[in-house]
């Protein structure tokens, strides 16, 4: 009763005809996201004969698999996968029982753990289509897709609104469809003009930024994340241009990023390999997008692995951070202490909602707010691309040439991965490092083994060995 008296919050009311028939009813005009579920009878005699749970969500093909000796990884990775599906009800959404909207920062933070795991391609088309439709002639985007006037104000900026760009070339990129690029072209033009009108010095801030960091936290400066993204956007559009053949916007765009480049570090980088606050946002976020100056990645990598060292590898970071830090620490040789993130139990982290009972990703570290959301998702891609070593080539876009560069993590002792018909599977036994590849028909796999040797795989099983380092 307190419940009701609340609200109709995920609520629901049906009268019966009065008679003594039997009755079915089902909800037609929504759908609900709970973990439980409470049904009772309000007024005059009735009994409850059945209940029965439908499942609501876009019937996605599954095409990865990943599995680890490590109890919390699999657990942290089934979670992501019921979160990624619980979201995807016709379109990508934050959450499936409050608001259900199309937010387009979840969206593209989450794009490649959901292409890693499933095949999203043919959904992921309709709903940019729809985001397109949203944008206005300005080239302004809201930060919800679809939208019926709301998020052009609030709570969208390049973080969010780079959904346009990232979306379709991750799809590009995973697929090698690039019709998604094709038509939504001169859309992220016309975005890009768009954010060059709103900047001052190639600054820009509107819109979110390092959300959702760990409750009395202060997120870094959001002109600092705004305008890193912002540049992000404008070199992978020069990437786009490059692809289609259009020279002019290549030499363009690539002169606007180096732009940028130069007064984002004017005014965010502090020297002595420090930017903004010196947070862990702050230093992976200019590695993440290739911002540092020439000779200056060594100190600022320096400072961003003092920093997770001294925090004890909590995550100390919103949803940006969630993703950026644990890749950069991979991409430059911190892989062991990047799965630490992923594996220490104490809040803010990830473990931490395991031990606390967790059936699907929260939205904030404490798990005040929801507790199906799948912004802080892409822990799952980073297994498929690390610990597994699937990594999508650029210049051999699509799955028919693949890189196989698993890491050789020393907290865990085999990993098992599947994707596309690929199978990556290693175990450490006496200091010998043994990868099992499996690339399918009309495929091929460079594979990098931990201790440098490279070997070019075709279809078919092989068994690749190497030291283990150390």
């Known amino acids: 009763d307190s419940f009701i008296k609340s609200g109709k919050f995920q609520h629901e009311e ?30 005059g005699e009735a009994a409850l004969k059945k209940i029965e749970v439908r499942e609501i969500r876009t019937d996605l093909d ?17 979670l992501t996968r019921v979160s990624f599906l619980a979201n995807f009800v016709g379109i990508p959404t934050d959450c499936p029982h409050r608001e259900k909207n199309g937010w387009t920062g979840d969206a593209q933070l989450a794009s490649e753990t959901g292409l890693y795991n499933f095949d999203p391609a043919t959904s992921y088309s309709q709903w940019v289509d729809t985001l397109r439709d949203c944008q206005r002639p300005s080239g302004e985007l809201p930060g919800i897709a679809p939208s019926a006037g709301w998020g052009y104000n609030w709570g969208n900026g390049p973080n969010w609104d780079g959904a346009l760009f990232v979306v379709p070339y991750h799809t590009f990129l995973y697929t090698s469809d690039d019709s998604l690029l094709r038509k939504n072209y001169e859309a992220m033009r016309l975005y890009l003009d768009f954010c060059e009108s709103v900047s001052e010095d190639d600054i820009v801030m509107f819109g979110l930024g390092d959300w959702c960091p760990p409750m009395g936290m202060k997120m870094v400066d959001g002109f600092f ?25 290549v030499k363009r ?33 200019p590695l993440y997008f290739g911002l540092c100056h020439d000779g200056e990645e060594k100190a600022v990598l320096q400072t961003l692995v003092s920093a997770c060292e001294q925090c004890g590898c909590t995550a100390q970071f919103g949803i940006l951070g969630a993703k950026y830090v644990p890749r950069v620490l991979a991409d430059n040789g911190y892989a062991d ?23 699907s990703l929260w939205e904030t570290w404490e798990g005040a707010a929801s507790r199906n959301h799948i912004m802080f998702g892409d822990p799952s891609a980073w297994f498929f691309r690390y610990a597994a070593g699937f990594k999508h080539q650029p210049e051999n876009p699509g799955w028919k040439r693949l890189s196989i560069c698993p890491e050789n993590l020393k907290a865990l002792d085999f990993v098992r991965s599947e994707y596309r018909g690929y199978v990556s599977h290693w175990k450490r036994d006496n200091g010998v490092f043994t990868l099992e590849v499996t690339v399918p028909e009309g495929c091929i796999a460079d594979v990098v083994l931990p201790d440098g040797t490279t070997h070019t795989c075709k279809a078919g099983s092989h068994t690749l060995c190497s030291k283990a380092p150390a």
């Open 62 to 78: 599954s095409v990865g698999s990943f599995e680890s000796s490590s109890a919390d990884i699999n657990r942290l990775q089934e």
């Open 225 to 249: 994340s705004t305008t890193a993204m912002y540049y992000g956007l404008v070199v992978m559009f020069a990437k786009i241009a490059t692809h289609f053949g259009k020279a002019d916007d």
């Open 14 to 43: 049906y009268s019966l005809k009065g008679d003594a028939s039997e009755e079915v009813w089902e909800s037609r005009f929504t759908y609900h996201g709970f973990r439980y579920v409470k049904v009772g009878i309000h007024n």
């Open 253 to 285: 765009y690539q002169a606007q990023a180096q732009r940028i480049k130069d007064n984002f570090n004017r005014k965010f980088y502090n020297g002595d390999g420090v930017y903004a606050d010196g947070g862990l946002t702050a230093q992976a976020t």
């Open 337 to 359: 202490l990047a799965l630490q993130f992923f594996t220490q139990e104490t809040c803010p982290g990830w473990v931490n909602w395991l031990r606390r009972g967790a059936v």
